[in-house]
């Protein structure tokens, strides 16, 4: 059972959990424990063939009694594969909180009250265990609820979060985090605010560098759906304020970095684009990608950055700098070879961006063309996905082909009903549909359109 306590520092494992890639969270639990397949086959009472599908993704792991099996097999805690745990005399809940208590090293347990353990139990835990309820109500509207729940927090908490033990927290942010990959926006809505207060109270209580780092990186994950959001609150520029108050006290360039992004993210859509732009690639210079053996995860952010720094170009109309932004971000990729996972992350960012900036600058053609070069599967997240969508969709109205973006759109909301459901720019596309007068060749279009809540066209 040790051997399962450290792997979800691994950066295979976070991944897998950010992915939803619970046959990839399986084999490093079942290779943690020194386990074969054969090991686990027998215990579980599947085949050698069938089980090594199942983590391979070739073979979805959805079942709930096959989880369990695999739970039962592998030795390990239910909730670590999404489960609620079931125990003679517990409820899940206490289950878990008893699990959180006992992983909990000696000197934070010390700092820590009873309702924090509950608080981030039921961060990690038990809405987790109730995936996708929330995202089922297509009559809500995700972006309204995102701005109320995180500018509850944002402009001052209703209840006061308690300090936390830093390994449940981080637990609770992984989860966030793979909420915003998923697109299960309703889910953050409601886990994300009590990440962020139990984040601050922690950092209070505990002010070192892995709990700023923890905060900063709370909201950052804040700043990039508030952004995606794209309401008129104002709330990414407290969002990424607070990143970088966090950031300075983490000690960690790569968070530093990515806070500088969101503040820069903020300040292009307020129309600072040059701006946006010069804060981009300024946190670009202070990562280390030269010499013999540079971090590949430095690397990776390097280009990440050049790729917003283009977007923000596109925003100006500078076409010639957009584009030689993502050469240089292209340039970088190449220096991820020894790292296929990372590269091939950032290759398909670059290609995305590519479709964007095209859209931007008015090139519909060229953007369906890079979308086109794309397999969806090259992309590692389905937020990623969903995002080349929408905008294939919007460079296919702009080269008027309206029943084309519809097409489009309808696989965007199969794949990520609330990526669709949240970003104003697709009311407003799904508005101008409406407007057009090739209703025939888009059949459901009025519901989508209530789905998303777009006003009618006229």
Not at 234 to 252: Q, T, V, Y
Request: charged fraction near 20%; charge should be positive; include cysteine.
């Amino acid at each position: 059972m040790t051997a399962t306590k450290g792997i979800w520092r691994t950066e295979a494992v976070a991944a897998a959990v950010a992915t939803g890639a619970a046959g990839t969270i399986v084999r490093a639990l079942r290779e943690a424990n020194g386990l074969t397949l054969a090991d686990v086959a027998v215990r579980c009472g599947y085949s050698i063939s069938a089980l090594s599908r199942m983590e391979t993704g070739r073979q979805p792991l959805r079942d709930v009694e096959t989880l369990r099996r695999i739970v039962d097999a592998l030795g390990v805690p239910a909730f670590l594969l999404g489960l609620a745990e079931h125990r003679p005399g517990t409820t899940p809940m206490t289950a878990l909180v008893a699990r959180v208590e006992a992983s909990t090293p000696a000197d934070e347990g010390d700092t820590m009250r009873r309702r924090a353990f509950l608080a981030v139990a039921g961060m990690a835990g038990a809405s987790f265990a109730l995936a996708h309820q929330a995202t089922a109500v297509a009559s809500t509207d995700p972006a309204a609820v995102l701005t109320e729940r995180l500018g509850d927090v944002l402009l001052g908490p209703i209840t006061p979060g308690e300090p936390a033990a830093l390994a449940a927290l981080d637990r609770a942010l992984r989860i966030a985090q793979g909420d915003f990959l998923a697109c299960r926006y309703l889910d953050l809505a409601h886990r994300l605010p009590l990440v962020i207060a139990a984040g601050e109270a922690t950092s209070r209580e505990s002010d070192t560098p892995a709990a700023q780092g923890l905060l900063a990186n709370a909201y950052i994950l804040a700043s990039r759906v508030l952004t995606k959001v794209d309401s008129s609150s104002g709330l990414e520029w407290i969002a990424s304020d607070r990143a970088m108050r966090g950031a300075a006290g983490a000690e960690d360039p790569l968070i530093s970095a990515e806070a500088q992004r969101m503040v820069a993210s903020a300040a292009r859509r307020a129309g600072h684009h040059d701006r946006a732009r010069t804060l981009t690639l300024a946190a670009a210079d202070h990562l280390t990608i030269t010499g013999p053996a540079p971090a590949s995860a430095h690397v990776a952010m390097h280009g990440m950055l050049y790729c917003s720094a283009s977007y923000a170009a596109a925003r100006a109309g500078d076409r010639d700098r957009a584009a030689e932004l993502l050469d240089d971000a292209a340039a970088t990729a190449r220096q991820l070879v020894g790292d296929p996972f990372r590269h091939k992350a950032l290759t398909a960012n670059i290609v995305s961006h590519r479709v964007s900036t095209s859209y931007l600058l008015g090139d519909a053609g060229t953007a369906l063309r890079h979308a086109e070069s794309l397999p969806l599967s090259q992309i590692p997240t389905v937020e990623r996905r969903a995002r080349l969508l929408v905008d294939t969709a919007l460079a296919a109205a702009q080269w008027d082909k309206p029943a084309y973006a519809y097409r489009i759109l309808v696989e965007a909301e199969r794949l990520a009903p609330g990526e669709v459901r949240t970003r104003s720019v697709v009311r407003t596309l799904v508005t101008d549909l409406m407007a057009c007068r090739q209703h025939a060749a888009m059949p459901g279009l009025a519901r989508l359109a209530q789905r998303v809540h777009a006003t009618s066209g006229g």
